[in-house]
């Protein structure tokens, strides 16, 4: 990040990133601008998020936590990856959270924006 800042690159921030994560890309392409010596723009920065929209709040969250969701089988098998190389850390909420306390269905919470059009 702080080096696609001192080039003046746009960046991306993955979906997989916490909200505290994504705090830390901007303040270090901040930095990286700063060093360049140019103000960093937000509109060089986009954030990616999994987004589902249905008619309804419950609908949303119905097919989100569907056992055939895609949303179900993309966070499970991250969840699966993350676990096998010891990084569930990356994942967690808090940083006390527990290691059993990261489900799917915790990434699925943390990750996904769902709901009705008015909601989301």
Not at 77 to 83: A, E, L, T
Not at 89 to 98: N, T
């Given at each position: 990040?702080?080096?696609?800042?001192?080039?003046?690159?746009?960046?991306?921030?993955?979906?997989?990133l916490?909200?505290?994560?994504?705090?830390?890309?901007?303040?270090l392409?901040?930095?990286?601008?700063q060093?360049?010596?140019?103000?960093?723009?937000?509109?060089?920065?986009?954030?990616?998020?999994?987004?589902?929209?249905?008619?309804?709040?419950?609908?949303?969250?119905?097919?989100?936590?569907?056992?055939?969701?895609?949303?179900?089988?993309?966070?499970?098998?991250?969840?699966?990856?993350?676990?096998?190389?010891?990084?569930?850390g990356?994942?967690?909420?808090?940083?006390?959270?527990?290691?059993?306390?990261?489900?799917?269905?915790?990434?699925?919470e943390?990750?996904?924006?769902?709901?009705?059009?008015?909601?989301?």
């Amino acid at each position: 990040m702080k080096v696609a800042g001192r080039k003046g690159w746009s960046v991306i921030s993955s979906a997989l990133l916490s909200a505290q994560d994504l705090a830390n890309h901007w303040a270090l392409y901040r930095q990286g601008c700063q060093e360049a010596g140019r103000p960093a723009n937000g509109d060089d920065w986009r954030v990616c998020r999994s987004i589902h929209v249905a008619a309804t709040d419950e609908e949303a969250r119905a097919r989100v936590y569907s056992a055939e969701s895609g949303y179900r089988h993309f966070y499970g098998h991250m969840h699966k990856v993350y676990s096998q190389l010891g990084r569930l850390g990356v994942l967690k909420a808090r940083p006390d959270m527990r290691d059993d306390e990261v489900t799917v269905d915790t990434f699925i919470e943390q990750r996904t924006i769902f709901g009705s059009p008015k909601t989301v």
